[in-house]
């Protein structure tokens, strides 16, 4: 225990989102690669350490690290080895000392990492608890306990959750947290050598509340600085509003920030973008919302004042729910100088629109590809295929209908069965999904692995028929290939794509195709 005049030291560690490295893959798909990365700035991190500063500063020191970062930083390509990452690691906890470890694992996949980190935490620093926070322990708290020996699991929204177990922890009174926050819910612990789960059921209510985060501490002025090309991947984050009220059956995002939607204030939106552009002088800006437009007032208010404002920077959405959108939406995101947009239509089938519980009027999405087209956006929508209620007829109409919208880019993705999801679930009762519990359960999406079984279509004709698709509406069939005016545009997101692709033939093919017609003949 630390002495009275000495503060805790607290470790916040980012566990890397990327396939951890084994063996090297004797698979030959052009498709995939999975060698190296492209990390992004922790939010989590940046969040958490900012909150803790705030609400414990009195009582705990806090270091953020995100090794995957700082190997990009050191990087010539903004592209970053996945075997080198993990033997920084291992060097890193070989030196490092700390009174108490969070690791922040982004997403269920990433298990292996968490394993790896949290053994080498007790390997090198056994005193030190581990809590464990993000898609791992939220949506697996007994696992990912039993499976790190870890002491804690923060399920969910963490920010004031992590303080409280390190307030417990370390018993230490916080009037000021306990005044702030005194509802305190969503976490796990061992009890009587079994793992006792406190579900999640409060949410952080007043966002005001969160301050802004800590970019400093995780080299933001270095990060941020990097992306001035445009076919750089990077980008400066900022959140508006957390929850999300839709109950997609193959979504998890719920589990982590519940279905009530709350916002932060426009004029502290705008503040916080004042205050970092000023000192970072960034030049690409993303709303990370799960559904940005949803609360139309507050975005519509942080898009008018960003118009005010006249700054020189890209600015953009993860995604906008399509159900809640109208034009005057897309006018204002075009007047702020946004010029690309996601629309997740998921499938072409009104049926499995139904099935899937994403109650997308079809007839309202053309409209809204419509609308972005008018005013000039990059289109990009996803398709899912592959559900277990699916028929050929339903795949084949998802796929039509992504031909007829002619979004600029269009990805096609066979279905993930993640835990924690109501689709999952749905697929254990029906006898649709075989060793759920497997080894493999949390590597769906990286390789194909735990799909559905017991279904009305063929797994490998789907494969080929998306990948087929994929190729035509992105490559072969683009329709900017017959806009000049939209070369450049090709041009960069086809040299994006080629980052994460490095050995597709049809890829080279068609940038020095483009090349070729923009009259770069070297390149070409």
């Given at each position: 225990m630390k002495k009275n005049n000495q503060k805790i030291n607290v470790l916040l560690f980012k566990v890397p989102d990327c396939e951890f490295p084994g063996e090297e893959s004797s698979n030959n798909d052009l498709?995939?690669?999975?060698?190296?990365h492209k990390p992004l700035i922790s939010c989590a991190l940046a969040f958490l350490g900012a909150f803790i500063k705030k609400y414990g500063g009195d009582h705990f020191n806090v270091n953020l690290v995100d090794i995957s970062i700082d190997c990009l930083l050191e990087s010539e390509n903004e592209q970053v080895i996945t075997s080198i990452v993990k033997e920084k690691i291992k060097d890193f906890f070989n030196s490092e000392e700390y009174d108490v470890i969070g690791l922040s694992t982004m997403f269920l996949r990433n298990d292996e990492w968490t394993h790896y980190v949290a053994g080498l935490s007790l390997s090198k620093n056994p005193s030190a608890p581990i809590i464990l926070g993000g898609?791992?322990?939220?949506?697996?708290?007994?696992a990912s306990l039993m499976n790190t020996n870890a002491d804690y699991a923060v399920l969910g929204e963490g920010e004031d959750t992590f303080l409280y177990l390190l307030n417990k922890i370390f018993c230490i009174k916080n009037n000021l947290f306990n005044e702030k926050f005194p509802n305190i819910s969503g976490y796990a612990y061992w009890?009587?050598?079994?793992?006792?789960?406190?579900?999640?059921?409060?949410?952080i209510e007043e966002l005001n509340l969160l301050p802004r985060p800590s970019w400093d501490e995780m080299r933001g002025k270095e990060y941020f600085s990097l992306f001035t090309e445009p076919k750089?991947?990077?980008?400066?984050?900022v959140m508006i509003t957390r929850g999300c009220p839709y109950r997609c059956t193959f979504c998890s995002v719920s589990k982590y920030v519940g279905r009530t939607m709350r916002c932060r204030s426009p004029e502290i939106v705008l503040a916080d973008i004042d205050y970092f552009y000023n000192k970072y002088k960034f030049k690409?800006?993303?709303?990370?919302?799960?559904?940005v437009n949803v609360n139309r007032d507050v975005y519509h208010s942080v898009l008018r004042g960003l118009i005010k404002r006249k700054y020189d920077f890209e600015c953009n959405a993860f995604y906008v729910a399509i159900n809640a959108l109208c034009e005057e939406t897309i006018k204002l995101m075009a007047d702020v100088g946004m010029k690309r947009i996601l629309l997740p239509v998921e499938t072409g089938s009104p049926r499995m629109q139904k099935e899937i519980k994403k109650f997308i009027n079809l007839e309202k999405a053309k409209k809204a590809v419509e609308w972005a087209k008018k005013y000039d956006f990059n289109v990009s929508t996803n398709f899912m295929v592959g559900f277990p209620q699916e028929t050929m007829e339903d795949i084949q109409q998802t796929l039509d209908f992504a031909c007829e919208i002619k979004a600029h880019q269009t990805a096609f993705w066979v279905v993930t069965p993640w835990s924690g999801t109501e689709l999952f679930d749905f697929a254990i009762e029906n006898n649709f999904l075989q060793d759920h519990d497997g080894p493999q359960r949390n590597k769906r999406g990286y390789r194909d692995i735990g799909h559905f079984v017991n279904v009305k279509f063929d797994y490998q004709v789907i494969k080929d028929l998306t990948y087929d698709f994929n190729i035509r509406l992105n490559f072969l069939s683009h329709s900017w290939l017959e806009e000049p005016r939209h070369y450049n545009d090709l041009l960069v997101y086809w040299q994006q794509l080629e980052a994460g692709l490095p050995k597709h033939a049809i890829l080279f093919v068609c940038l020095g195709y483009l090349s070729k017609k923009m009259g770069k003949m070297d390149e070409a």
């Open positions: 498709r995939v690669s999975y060698t190296y898609g791992y322990a939220t949506l697996e708290p007994k009890e009587n050598g079994d793992v006792k789960v406190i579900p999640k059921t409060t949410y750089s991947m990077g980008y400066f984050p690409r800006l993303v709303f990370i919302d799960d559904d």
